[in-house]
């Protein structure tokens, strides 16, 4: 079956501008999650949807971050007046739900550059 | 911030060969997870390991957890070029089960043919 998607696969903004990154879980998955990952660095937590409410937001870096899930499955994660810093590959997951011992399925992340 | 560490943060090895890394964490775990990525496959789930396990065993994989030492370690036995990508061990948040991973830097692993 489909596995989790991500678009764009790569995406350039300058410095200033606001991107989003668009996540497509796997149908019938009702967690999902974004994660960050700098060259060289291991995949770093941001926030995670159990539906469509945020159960976890507490890793987003600031309030420039924002991300939502209207209706439980596609998510888009919004960053606004971007930074050089932001640049990274974010990676999406979703596992079956939260709150037991489900696996995460990784989609193949948009590398997002900042200039 | 990273809650697990893998040492060493890079191995190179012949094929045939047996690859061992070791991960450190912080903090109490629900279960600990390793997971490997390359740039054909992305970030994929080998193993989960649970904190009242010891070792558990998958294909050419073998896991160890010791959670007095809070240190976890990746056997692969004999090593093919398929092998090479970076390794990463990952713990839950928060010790709860299915809440967000918290990775370590990995480590990264060439296999030679």
């Known amino acids: 079956g489909a596995g989790v998607s991500q678009t764009p696969s790569n995406k350039v903004t300058e410095k200033g501008k606001y991107v989003e990154l668009r996540c497509d879980p796997i149908?019938?998955?009702?967690?999902l999650y974004w994660y960050r990952q700098s060259l060289g660095q291991g995949p770093e937590f941001l926030i995670y949807f159990q539906g469509t409410g945020a159960a976890d937001d507490s890793g987003l870096p600031n309030d420039r971050f924002f991300a939502v899930r209207p209706e439980g499955s596609v998510s888009t994660l919004k960053i606004q007046r971007t930074e050089r810093g932001d640049s990274a590959v974010y990676l999406c997951?979703?596992?079956?739900?939260?709150?037991?011992?489900?696996?995460?399925?990784f989609g193949p992340g948009t590398r997002l550059t900042v200039t | 911030s990273q809650q697990g560490e893998e040492d060493p943060q890079a191995l190179s090895i012949q094929e045939g060969e047996n690859a061992t890394m070791n991960c450190s964490y912080k903090t109490s775990i629900n279960n600990l997870q390793w997971y490997r990525q390359n740039s054909g496959r992305g970030l994929v789930h080998l193993i989960l390991?649970?904190?009242?396990?010891r070792e558990k065993h998958s294909g050419r994989l073998r896991v160890t957890l010791d959670t007095s030492k809070k240190s976890s370690s990746l056997l692969i036995t004999a090593s093919r070029a398929a092998d090479t990508a970076s390794y990463f061990c990952?713990?839950?948040?928060?010790?709860?089960?299915?809440?967000?991973?918290?990775f370590g830097k990995g480590t990264t692993l060439s296999v030679s043919s």
């Open positions: 390991i649970r904190s009242n396990e």
């Open positions: 149908s019938g998955h009702t967690a």
């Open positions: 990952a713990t839950d948040k928060y010790g709860q089960a299915g809440t967000a991973l918290i």
């Open positions: 997951a979703s596992s079956l739900m939260a709150g037991g011992l489900y696996e995460q399925y």
